[in-house]
């Protein structure tokens, strides 16, 4: 068995060692020399880029279209919004000098002191501002609404503890931004964009999310509601996994942007935003994957079938690609992407490992005897079984299997959460339950008050008032005050 | 007509105002709030999309992956490699600060001077160095090469003077960085990525180009030799249109990247580096588009086929929807990327001047009269030129016009390259003939020195020694010593 799979922790361990070792030994990034940043190597960038394509395909399905704006935000455009800035400056990159030069006292190179920009320029934590500026001069009249655009980009936030793709000070996201005439509009398009990332990592992750609204704490610096879909790690832990931000007309105030509308007078635009990052890398990690390593979805699989033949000499080897190739080419046909490892330098055991470590979800084995008997050994990743199949007609069988796959890990990871999720009635249930994990139903008197003492004596945070479920009226299990409906409790990443 | 369209320069006026025109009104870009930066539009950034998509295949196909390394380098990282440094040092935003404060004798937001970074990082300008730092752990052994990978970003440059698309001081490219055990194979991947590039411009583009070396004064900084592709712009200058370099062992001796080679023995790697740009987006506009505006090639082309119906009632709209809503499903299932025009608030005519401005390549037209006799009226955006066609088989014709076209801007392009080039032999000839615009082919010594005074004396400098053509020796024109063959001289953008 291969050394890099030896030494993963077990999750029962370590949790949270586990999961820094997959990253690594999976290769899907390291840490960068600077810091809190990250290298995404190519295995983990394929899984992204998957990721990408899709939701840009489901994105452009809606009428958004994407477009890019610039990287820097002058200081003064971040000032506008006020919850915004108090959001934002005190974790972000500022550039302040636009030239470097010869050290005149010595052999190195500093920064030229006479290279100081007027106003500094901050690396964006998020594109609001910068767009909302560039909009005003696109929107005159209700006819140039919606607005519907969107933007892969790198952002920055200088975050003080990072953890690769869940939090780094760089990380690469989408951000879209959409201009509306009505209220009712732009809410919509809010609700919409949530929705379709609950599809998205419901089919493509296999992820079951619950879809909810966060309280004023939790709330984005700016916005006037933010919708959230939350998922449940292995550890029991909740994990924000998408946003969308319902932001009234802050923006467009804070801009000066205006329409006429359709009774020929001015009001001002609203607006919503949306997005998901590079962190959905780091929930796919940790819905699915084992001891053994990665459990990848077959929907976002980079290789969703290997084949690894078994031989002894160049003659067996060379029989059994005979067999092999034409299949190959059904594979590809037939849209799943395959990958035939004959490579010399390596013995099957190893590639077996590797593979599994790196969450191929089907791998096929294949060896002399199997050539005369037109057997296949299958062995699925998800249930690690192993099964003898049939070469005639194996790509059907495959891809029914990578569909079961599919299906598996979504019921696993929603049965997970079923068991995980517990309703409680009293802050010392509480109390108790927390420490198990998982998500805690509880009612809660709807203030920030309450929500903040909650937060300091158990490390809890309401991850969202659920838009389903439960809207039966209770009393807050704290103050005894009356309760809207239970919310959702949970540690969190 | 359409107001934009009528607002247009005329490129026999005032080329360099043509240009800037057409990029804001054809809705491809402007200038954003941040100096030298520009904010690429929807329509500008379906194009740049199609580049995307289509080079990333292509790099694919040749065995390169996809990565992702930070945005921020260390100032120490840059200044490994002297010559790097040197020629990027000018030119760089430096992050100085991680985060703002309230000001504490006033009411605005200033730079925490308690937040100062130990070391300044630089905003990437491009990235051998931080990339090189991360590959000394990733190569080990000749086993780990080669190492072929891209990244697609963005990257600053703080330009003094900037052009939208052309020279902006954040841009977005590709950049691959590949590692290989020798010296022939890295020269070999050098090569073969700036046919590729070539490829891709003549193919996608139907922009022809030269392929050459740059002289020693035109090299990237840190390379041993670069390879360029020249492209000739309608005004006669020349547009540097991809670059691809052979970095020697350059930057593996900055960052001490060594393997053991095959016979045990350790080796500093081999590197190359290849990128193109949004530069791409400008020579696509300079190289086909007219005083009506741009002149897309069908192969990059987001919308490839408008149709616009003509009609007075609602009645006959209906009936022209009935006719077309097929034939739109037609054109998609054979891959046509098409949109049908019904929208009621523009008339045919500004429709017509709006999609002529964008550079569509085929427009069709229907009315009433048309239905009853099953024709269509056809306009191909390249010569402007009307014919009357058949509905029956629209799809087939469309088709084969698409590609008549693509080849038609490609052929028109190559004619006006060949007619704007010419051969001199004196320095006096030289003087006179560069005033016209074009390449120039003369006779070069070879140094450095020459070639700076020909810079100064003319603003022309060597585009490249070109692969192909006439490699017959001669005198220099200016200093008469001995040439080993003429090389392109021009001015450039």
Redesign the interface.
């Known amino acids: 068995m291969a050394k890099e799979l030896k030494d993963l922790t077990k999750r029962s361990e370590n949790y949270s060692q586990w999961y820094n070792d997959l990253v690594v030994k999976a290769d899907l990034a390291?840490q960068?020399?600077?810091r809190g940043?990250?290298?995404?190597?190519?295995y983990g960038?394929?899984i992204w880029?998957k990721m990408q394509r899709t939701l840009d395909q489901m994105f452009k399905e809606t009428g958004v279209?994407?477009?890019?704006?610039?990287?820097?935000?002058?200081?003064s455009?971040?000032?506008r919004e006020a919850e915004h800035?108090e959001g934002f400056?005190?974790?972000?990159?500022?550039?302040?000098?636009?030239?470097?030069?010869n050290d005149p006292e010595g052999s190195?190179?500093i920064?030229d002191p006479d290279a100081r920009l007027e106003e500094?320029?901050?690396?964006r934590p998020t594109s609001e501002t910068?767009i909302w500026?560039?909009y005003k001069?696109w929107i005159h009249s209700y006819?140039d609404l919606p607005l519907l655009?969107n933007q892969w980009?790198?952002v920055?936030r200088?975050e003080m503890r990072t953890r690769m793709f869940l939090r780094t000070s760089?990380f690469?996201w989408q951000e879209g931004h959409c201009a509306h005439a009505t209220a009712e509009e732009s809410e919509q398009r809010t609700i919409q964009m949530i929705n379709l990332y609950a599809e998205f990592a419901e089919k493509y992750m296999a992820m079951p999310v619950i879809i909810g609204v966060k309280s004023a704490n939790e709330r984005f610096a700016g916005a006037v509601n933010t919708y959230t879909i939350e998922a449940m790690m292995q550890d029991g832990k909740a994990l924000q996994s998408g946003t969308s931000h319902n932001l009234g007309q802050n923006f467009a105030k804070a801009f000066d942007v205006t329409f006429v509308n359709k009774d020929n007078k001015p009001e001002y635009v609203w607006a919503n935003s949306w997005g998901v990052s590079t962190r959905l890398m780091g929930a796919l990690i940790m819905s699915h994957s084992d001891d053994n390593g990665l459990v990848l979805p077959p929907h976002l699989a980079p290789i969703q079938v290997v084949i690894v033949p078994i031989y002894k000499t160049d003659e067996q080897r060379d029989k059994i690609s005979e067999v092999i190739n034409p299949i190959v080419d059904k594979f590809r046909a037939a849209g799943i992407s395959v990958k035939y490892d004959d490579a010399d330098?390596r013995r099957p055991g190893f590639k077996f490992a590797d593979y599994e470590l790196k969450g191929v979800p089907v791998r096929l084995a294949i060896g002399p005897r199997d050539i005369e008997n037109g057997t296949v050994e299958i062995m699925r990743r998800d249930t690690l079984e192993k099964s003898e199949g049939q070469l005639e007609g194996i790509v059907t069988h495959v891809e029914k299997l990578l569909e079961d796959i599919q299906e598996n890990i979504y019921r696993k990871a929603l049965e997970h959460r079923a068991e995980m999720t517990r309703t409680v009635e009293t802050y010392d249930e509480f109390k108790t339950e927390i420490e198990k994990g998982g998500f805690i139903l509880a009612h809660w008197d709807g203030t920030p008050e309450t929500e903040e003492k909650i937060k300091n004596e158990t490390k809890a945070t309401i991850r969202c008032i659920p838009l389903d479920g439960d809207t039966t009226p209770g009393v807050c299990m704290v103050t005894g005050r009356p309760s809207a409906r239970r919310v959702i409790f949970a540690r969190s990443y």
Chains 1, 2 share one sequence.
């Open positions: 390291e960068a020399a600077v940043c990250m290298v995404i190597k190519p960038y394929a880029e279209q994407n477009a890019y704006f610039p990287l820097l935000i002058p200081k455009f971040l000032c800035v400056a005190k974790e972000c990159a500022v550039v302040t000098h636009y030239r470097l030069k190195g190179v920064v500094e320029l901050i690396v910068i500026n560039t001069n006819r655009i980009a790198n920055m200088w760089e690469l330098n």
